[in-house]
């Protein structure tokens, strides 16, 4: 994805993601999953695979039985429960 795309997809987005609730945080090495709880409706995942894609999804995250990377294990601790007051 080039900058003008991540641009165009926050326009479009940004009012499914922000004024929600990171509720927790999953990820291997290659994308990262962020379970957004949201005031209205249904929580939703933000993944983030990085170089290609980002996306909303409404479907089940798929576990892997796998040791979580340091870097999720960081992005739990500092970020769960944290509240999303804008995206730029």
Do not use: C, K, Q
């Amino acid at each position: 994805m080039t900058w003008v795309d991540i641009d165009i997809w926050l326009a479009e987005n940004a009012g499914n993601i922000v004024n929600g609730y990171i509720d927790n945080i999953y990820g291997d090495s290659d994308r990262l999953i962020l379970r957004i709880r949201r005031s209205r409706g249904e929580p939703i995942s933000l993944a983030i695979v990085p170089g290609e894609a980002l996306y909303i999804t409404n479907r089940a995250i798929e576990r892997r039985g796998d040791a979580l990377p340091h870097v999720i294990t960081l992005f739990r601790r500092y970020l769960r429960d944290s509240a999303i007051n804008s995206l730029s």
